[in-house]
């Protein structure tokens, strides 16, 4: 086990069992990448609006902005393996690779030496020395990852799929339940039921967290961040920077409670 936090990168091999649970596995969204490779685990992970029982060695692939979580039981161990890391860490050849990619890997078994390698080099590198050679394993396993078959994503509720991909190619744009309604043919209440009960997050947070990560990429752009906001459609800036910074921490865990209007 490792837990490797330095400059820009997070790294870590961990295990909960029953004694020992986490809530990292909770519904979030973020603004950087993160990969989960499975060692074992009675796992159901959910990634917008797909979900798969994993296997030891399959590999789930998130990309900034996705919302995820998982299902766990503890009555067996959970152990994984996680990498955070930004978008800046991978060359921009690489992205355009990923783009189009599911977010499940299943089989991938083959990469378990490669990826326990992080194991055996921990505790003999210094911190810098670790960031470089971490990193360039990461990317290794990338452009592995980016020649493996391509896995059609599967919807478990096209409905829900399909308003997912409105938003995502929206956001832009003023996002109301009554727009939805019009665009789908179907009544508010019914879009607001259907999109919790699939996504675990009412539909209008959702959105406001896509909109708010979106604005956060035009930022690191070198957008200031009023401009942003009001691209994305936040009238008081001094609620969307609240909104902004909470969201933008890292591992942030996004309770029922949590206001971002």
Known sequence: MFNFVYKDIDFAHKIDNPSH?????????????????????????????????LNGGDIVFIAPGKFHYATVDLSVPYERYVFKFPEKLL????????NGKS?????????????????KIFQAYSQEELYVIFSCGLL?????????????AESNNDFISRIIDYINANLG???????????????KSYINIEF??????PIMKYIRLKKILAAHKMIINGTKKSVAAEMFGFENY???????????EPNAVLDEEDTLD
């Open 196 to 201: 919790k009960r699939q996504m675990k997050i």
């Open 238 to 248: 001094s609620t969307f920077y609240r909104a902004y910074k909470s969201l933008i």
């Open 140 to 152: 290794k396993l990338i452009v592995m990852l980016c020649h493996e078959p391509l896995h059609k």
């Open 21 to 53: 649970p986490t809530e990292e596995y909770y519904k979030h969204i973020h603004h950087f990448y993160e990969i989960l490779y499975l060692v074992r685990g009675n796992i159901d992970y959910t990634v917008e609006s797909e979900t798969h029982r």
């Open 173 to 187: 744009q003023q996002i109301t339940m009554q727009t939805l309604t019009e665009k789908f043919h179907y009544s």
């Open 91 to 98: 060359p921009e050849f690489i992205l355009d690779k990923l």
């Open 103 to 119: 977010s499940f890997f299943f089989g991938s078994e083959k990469y378990r030496e490669q990826i326990e390698e992080f194991d």
